[in-house]
């Protein structure tokens, strides 16, 4: 039997074989053990980090390290102004990097949330709109001009 995870390409008939589906769609009982089974259709959840834990991996950055080695060299050497020139100049990038950052993470996944929230599926042998999450291995899943492929699908 063709494996879908082989690389290969196989036919639409011989997927939905191997997925245990029919070209009429899936029940709404067989999609529900299926969601059940496999669980939501979503990626893996990124861990969200602490501020703290994102300042962190901002100062880790080689050329802030070296200018807070030379910050603190100019400190000592006596050159104050110097030193308070170079930290102030390194508290303000890593503070527009930090900001910036944030802000694209957070409309990124505002974008995220906002493509294809729904999909159009074969159940019970009728087109049904359904949450993207809620799509099954062995759903027919209906894609029309422009429509984007709902999760992972493969187009």
Same mark, same amino acid.
């Given at each position: 039997?063709?494996?879908?995870? @082989?690389?290969?390409?196989?036919?639409?008939?011989?997927?939905?074989?191997?997925?245990?589906?029919?070209?009429?769609?899936?029940?709404?009982?067989?999609?529900?053990?299926?969601?059940?089974?496999?669980?939501?259709?979503?990626?893996?959840?990124?861990?969200?980090?602490?501020?703290? @834990?994102?300042?962190?991996?901002?100062?880790?950055?080689?050329?802030?390290?070296?200018?807070?080695?030379? @910050?603190?060299?100019?400190?000592?050497?006596?050159? &104050?102004?110097?030193?308070?020139?170079?930290?102030?100049?390194?508290? !303000?990038?890593?503070?527009?990097?930090?900001?910036?950052?944030?802000?694209?993470? &957070?409309?990124?996944?505002? !974008?995220?949330?906002?493509?294809?929230?729904?999909?159009?599926?074969?159940?019970?042998?009728?087109? &049904?709109?359904? !949450?993207?999450?809620?799509?099954?291995?062995?759903?027919?899943?209906?894609?029309?001009?422009?429509? !984007?492929?709902?999760?992972?699908?493969?187009?």
């Amino acid at each position: 039997m063709p494996s879908i995870l @082989s690389g290969k390409p196989i036919t639409v008939t011989e997927a939905i074989g191997v997925l245990g589906a029919t070209p009429a769609g899936l029940g709404s009982g067989e999609a529900s053990r299926r969601l059940a089974e496999y669980g939501w259709n979503e990626p893996v959840p990124r861990g969200s980090r602490t501020l703290i @834990s994102r300042l962190t991996r901002m100062l880790a950055n080689p050329l802030v390290i070296v200018l807070l080695v030379a @910050s603190t060299v100019a400190f000592a050497a006596g050159q &104050q102004i110097d030193a308070v020139i170079i930290f102030g100049m390194v508290a !303000l990038g890593v503070a527009l990097n930090f900001v910036q950052t944030f802000r694209s993470e &957070q409309s990124a996944e505002r !974008l995220r949330r906002s493509v294809a929230p729904n999909a159009r599926v074969v159940r019970d042998e009728d087109e &049904q709109v359904v !949450l993207r999450e809620a799509v099954v291995p062995g759903d027919v899943v209906l894609l029309a001009a422009g429509d !984007l492929t709902p999760a992972d699908a493969p187009a």
